[in-house]
């Protein structure tokens, strides 16, 4: 999916699509000014199957065992379901390898008739972490209405402050980049469209060994998912795992639906759920030391080795 804006003015508009988008339908919208390519997702194939009751849960996991793919937790009550027990769960790979014990963890508890019940959709569930992933939303979602229509960052200004989750479910704030260079980019791991999002985080993942090549120091490379309803921080986790990535220097980084909405506004990029598609536009940005925006890229046809040797500039 491309989209070209000649024009500061022009960037602008992306703030102005979404309303535009919602009314007229997003694959007719623009005509040929605006070329815009679905991303599926598995909604579809979900609403097929058989649908089975899901339970929220929130606990502390007691003890993990790698081998059974399971933890013990101490749940709290779940309503409906049953008095708060010690019980093991099994998890997927991602959200296991995430797990410690005196973990506080929320999921959506999945029962079995023929063993252990399943943990999905899990987050971390610390207080502390909580609180600071409300006070980044709250404040992100203030400076972007106070922007206005202004709310789109142009290159020259600074990179907007927030506070979401890592593939590892730790919080991670804007600060913490401070001082380092930041490569980054939106992308959501279901997206099944080759040029798309898996072109995306290719190019990423060759800037980075690149970077390394040439010895280009202090530098973070970042993807933002534009699907935080299914991209937790355990699928982020494989999402990595499955595609080898060296996440020493790369955060795929999740949390608060609001946060990442206002965080496209203030990156120029469109998205838009319309059944089980995900239309959405390409940006890939080069944020200075001092967190200016200092580069950016709409669509995917830029070049790993140009953002590379901007970096060593």
Not at 161 to 184: H, I, S
Request: aromatic share 8%; hydrophobic share 40%; glycine share 8%.
């Amino acid at each position: 999916m491309t989209l070209r804006f000649h024009s500061s003015a022009g960037r602008r508009m992306a703030i102005g699509a979404r309303t535009l988008l919602a009314v007229v339908g997003l694959s007719f919208a623009l005509g040929a000014a605006l070329v815009v390519s679905g991303c599926s997702g598995s909604k579809k194939e979900e609403a097929a199957a058989p649908k089975v009751k899901r339970y929220p849960v929130h606990g502390v996991i007691v003890s993990v065992n790698t081998a059974q793919h399971s933890i013990m937790m101490e749940n709290a009550t779940i309503p409906g379901y049953m008095p708060a027990m010690t019980m093991e769960y099994l998890m997927a790979p991602g959200d296991l390898a995430n797990a410690k014990a005196g973990q506080h963890i929320r999921a959506m508890l999945v029962p079995s008739d023929t063993g252990a019940p399943r943990l999905e959709d899990v987050w971390p569930d610390d207080r502390v972490d909580k609180d600071i992933l409300k006070q980044g939303e709250s404040r992100l979602r203030e400076n972007t209405f106070d922007r206005g229509k202004e709310a789109y960052r142009e290159v020259g200004e600074k990179m907007p402050t927030f506070a979401l989750c890592n593939q590892d479910g730790k919080v991670v704030t804007a600060d913490y980049f401070r001082g380092k260079m930041v490569m980054l980019d939106f992308i959501y791991t279901r997206c099944p469209v080759a040029n798309m999002c898996p072109l995306e985080t290719a190019k990423m993942v060759q800037a980075q060994k690149l970077a390394k090549k040439k010895g280009v120091k202090n530098v973070e490379f970042v993807s933002i998912t534009l699907d935080p309803e299914n991209d937790t921080p355990g699928v982020l986790k494989e999402y990595a795992k499955d595609r080898n990535i060296d996440t020493s220097n790369f955060s795929f980084l999740t949390g608060p639906q609001q946060a990442v909405r206002d965080l496209l506004t203030q990156f120029g990029v469109i998205e838009q759920f319309r059944g089980d598609i995900i239309r959405h536009t390409l940006a890939t940005l080069l944020i200075s030391k001092d967190g200016t925006i200092a580069f950016r890229a709409d669509g995917s046809e830029w070049s790993p080795e140009d953002f590379v040797e901007r970096m060593k500039s």
